[in-house]
């Protein structure tokens, strides 16, 4: 559909592109983390973003990556305000590292954009004895969005600004196990599979934005999160798989996505006046979609939480 450039409501499609979704908008005085950002849409969002005059924050695993891309970046945009520091996300130790060292420097922080993620592994698990995607795509950014609550709420008091959340998710999280997510089995390498534990871990993904949307709304937090299905795009996400990896740059050019059009949806909820306000939903080709019925089950995203909560206490 996104080749035909049909419009929605928002006035973008899914041909859009990220700089288009983001024209007009000036984002200095704003500081962002983006996760993931030294690749693919993470690092075309830092690249946008910067253009708009936001300080970005990339928080990568591979810091020597990182520091490359962050040139690439400084290269098309001189005026980018841009850092590099290192999480990997499968580790609560790092994530609480990087957290507590970014709340000490008592630096503001209103946009956190949980870009980063693994695709359909063969099952391993974390550093953590989590499994791998369940705990790269949901726990890490669970456990980094909780330590950094604080600093965005007082970042919004002091600054008068709406802080925004922003969870990639995917389409694929319609693929997940038949119960939603596996609380009893998470672990478990009986009953893996891949495409799966993939679908479970971007289902927790929208769950956990609806959670939160929800409790900032009773708290009355000027803080919105929602989740965001990039669109299907041919990026690093398919380096564990070969064929497949072949196949999406064959084809590529007349079917998916490049990462300027796959970076759209992200930037537009991160930074678009067209979202102000609005919290707990799902997004796709820079419109507000409908995700599956699980995904918008309240006492399934309640029970996330909790059992998020509890893990990551336990670590």
Known sequence: MWLLGWKGPSGFSASSTAEQVTEGVDGSGLTAIITGAASGIGLETTRVLALR???VVMAVRNVDAG????EQIIKQV????VDVKQLDLCSMASVRKFANEYNSLRSPLNLLINNAG???NLFSLSADNIEMQ???NHIGHFLLTNLLLETMKRT???SQKEGRIVNLSSEGHIMTYREGIRFDKINEKSGYKEWSAYGQSKLANIL?????GRRFKEQGVNITANSVHPGVIATNLFRHHGVLSGMMNMFSALFLK???QGAATTCYVALNPQVKGVTGEYFKDSNIAKPSALAKDEELAKKLWDFSLNLTNSQ
């Open 53 to 55: 005059g936001v300080q």
């Open 67 to 70: 520091k490359k891309a962050k």
């Open 78 to 81: 001189p005026s980018a305000k």
């Open 118 to 120: 693994v695709m359909a």
């Open 134 to 136: 369940f705990a790269t």
């Open 156 to 158: 919004a008091r002091e």
């Open 208 to 212: 956990h934005a609806n959670e939160l």
């Open 258 to 260: 490049n990462a300027e």
